[in-house]
């Protein structure tokens, strides 16, 4: 198992100051994976590396290892890291995990670098837009009931940007009488 880093995350970072304590405070961590990837992971996604962001001791990350993909963990907590590493190598999975000590505000992947990006317990508009450039085909992955309106790579930026949005639901019309104005 590899650890990578995104630059140092400071010591005094507020974020990892609070989920190191709760972590080093024997908080056990359950390694189940939340619902909503156990859904991604079985789309029949296009083969690559998953990213799960703000992953903490993640079940997420180990469900894409045991797939057989090949996992980036990143969190800004050592602490939780450190768990998910321990559990990776007793499963046997540490060849496939990747740990990413980072802040997820200077995460930066290669733009198409990842089939699938999962932040499960965490936003933030910023990095949820540099998690889509990650991903390859961001509207191949629409969740049923969104349209596309439009997805273009921006020329010298290695960037894509998309515009997408609920579809409105469809109303039956009755058919239309006609009147003397339509010139019939």
Not at 21 to 43: D, E, I, Q, Y
Not at 101 to 109: E, I, N, R
């Amino acid at each position: 198992m590899s650890a990578e880093g995104a630059g140092p995350v400071p010591g005094d970072h507020a974020d990892r100051i609070r989920w190191n304590a709760k972590w080093a405070a024997g908080s056990a961590p359950s390694f189940t994976p939340h619902p909503l990837a156990v859904r991604a992971l079985a789309l029949g996604l296009p083969d690559g590396p998953v990213a799960d962001l703000a992953c903490g001791p993640s079940g997420t990350a180990l469900l894409a290892a045991e797939q057989g993909r090949r996992v980036t963990a990143v969190d800004v907590s050592e602490v939780a890291l450190g768990l998910l590493g321990d559990e990776a190598r007793r499963r046997g999975l540490d060849g496939l995990v990747t740990l990413l000590h980072a802040d997820l505000s200077a995460w930066a992947p290669g733009p198409r670098s990842y089939a699938l990006v999962l932040c499960t317990g965490f936003w933030d508009a910023a990095v949820f837009a540099t998690a889509v450039g990650a991903v390859g085909e961001p509207a191949s992955l629409l969740p049923a009931g969104f349209a596309l309106i439009g997805q273009s790579d921006l020329t010298g930026r290695e960037r894509r940007q998309m515009l997408a949005r609920r579809r409105a639901p469809e109303i039956a019309c009755p058919p239309r009488e006609a009147t003397q104005g339509d010139g019939i």
